[in-house]
């Protein structure tokens, strides 16, 4: 079945860059996605990118795809405390477009 | 952008009633809705999927005769938690699909509800 993992937890300095990794097994994903949840919140889409691309960038957001390797990154360019949120990927794929969630990653940014 | 609102965000009930949460979406219509869930400190949990006019499709372990979902609209989904106990306390997220869909057939999430149930 599907299975989508990121790292659990990620701190940067306020003004970094923050980058967030998740990696998924299903081969037949047709585009994923990027969510951030702020704390007691529902989920914010923050950016999508098709499973044909390499990259997608979006003012400070990059997205970086590595269909070989099932990996997807999320690039944040001068990271602030308001990014501080959980992030998650998610993959649609098969005919049924089921999403699949990855794990989750804590993003702490420290002023 | 295409909005999607919850109610209640937040219930609590009494072991052994049940609650109704409804899924709006407020500027477009969605023929497909899901329900998920979210426990502390974890991924979401994909509970069913609603198409407009039809039965839910119940994932795997999910009992469909403790939540019930109805669909009845395009711009309506309802989850009933019936005879709710303290484990099923938790986060509940409905999305709903643009029935137009675009080239990204994105979902649209709802704020959420949080249920605790004593």
């Known amino acids: 079945g599907e299975d989508v993992e990121q790292s659990l937890f990620l701190s940067v300095r306020e003004g970094d860059s923050s980058v967030i990794n998740c990696t998924y097994t299903?081969?037949?994903?047709?585009?994923l996605y990027w969510y951030k949840q702020e704390p007691g919140a529902g989920l914010q889409l923050l950016t999508y990118?098709?499973?044909?691309?390499d990259m997608k960038q979006d003012q400070r957001l990059t997205v970086l795809l590595n269909k070989k390797d099932k990996h997807l990154s999320l690039r944040i360019a001068d990271t602030q405390t308001g990014d501080s949120a959980i992030y998650f990927c998610?993959?649609?794929?098969?005919?049924?477009?089921?999403?699949?969630f990855g794990t989750g990653t804590k993003l702490q940014v420290i002023p | 952008g295409a909005v999607v609102s919850q109610h209640p965000s937040w219930v609590i009930c009494k072991s052994g009633t049940s609650v109704k949460i409804e899924c709006r979406s407020l500027?477009?219509?969605?023929?497909?809705m899901f329900w998920y869930r979210q426990f502390p400190k974890q991924s979401l949990m994909l509970m069913a999927t609603?198409?407009?006019?039809?039965?839910?499709?119940?994932e795997q372990g999910v009992e469909k005769d403790k939540f019930l979902i109805n669909h009845a609209s395009l711009t309506l989904s309802t989850l009933t938690v019936t005879s709710a106990h303290p484990e099923d306390s938790s986060f509940y997220i409905c999305?709903?699909?643009?029935?137009?869909?675009?080239?990204?057939?994105?979902?649209?999430f709802g704020p959420g509800t949080r249920l605790t149930v004593l």
């Open positions: 999305s709903a699909r643009d029935r137009i869909g675009g080239a990204t057939d994105t979902q649209y």
């Open positions: 299903d081969s037949s994903s047709t585009y």
């Open positions: 990118i098709f499973s044909n691309m």
């Open positions: 998610a993959e649609v794929a098969g005919g049924y477009q089921k999403v699949t």
């Open positions: 500027d477009f219509q969605a023929t497909t």
């Open positions: 609603s198409n407009e006019g039809s039965k839910a499709t119940y």
